[in-house]
């Protein structure tokens, strides 16, 4: 069993930024992680992911303004997030898989401003 725990959202005006944090209990480094998010009365939706050897892959929506990456030797992973809009508002869930079962965080709350 892992735990994951989100951290780093807040307000934030139109523009401005914001860098998410996951911290895993156990080790990650041998699995494929990614940030999704839910915005209210819409399904949950990929934002960003990572595999173990560091290839990524993002959502059109915020190609050129988020970044995923991972630190092994911390078990984090964090999401950078940039030029925010206020269609980024949502809570932001941090996802790893392992042996083909998924783990998730609690989430963490980002609000954009208009």
């Known amino acids: 069993q892992v735990q994951l725990v989100e951290s780093g959202g807040g307000l934030v005006q139109a523009g401005g930024s914001l860098s998410l944090s996951c911290v895993a209990s156990g080790s990650i480094s041998t699995f494929a992680v990614a940030w999704y998010r839910q915005a209210p009365g819409k399904q949950r939706e990929l934002v960003a992911n990572?595999?173990?050897?560091?290839?990524?892959n993002s959502a059109d929506s915020v190609k050129g303004r988020f970044t995923i990456s991972r630190d092994n030797t911390k078990n984090t992973v964090y999401l950078q997030m940039k030029s925010l809009k206020p269609e980024d508002t949502g809570v932001y869930y941090c996802?790893?898989?392992?042996?083909?079962?998924?783990?998730w965080g609690q989430g963490t709350q980002v609000t954009v401003s208009s």
């Open positions: 996802q790893i898989e392992i042996f083909f079962r998924s783990y």
């Open positions: 990572m595999g173990s050897g560091g290839n990524t």
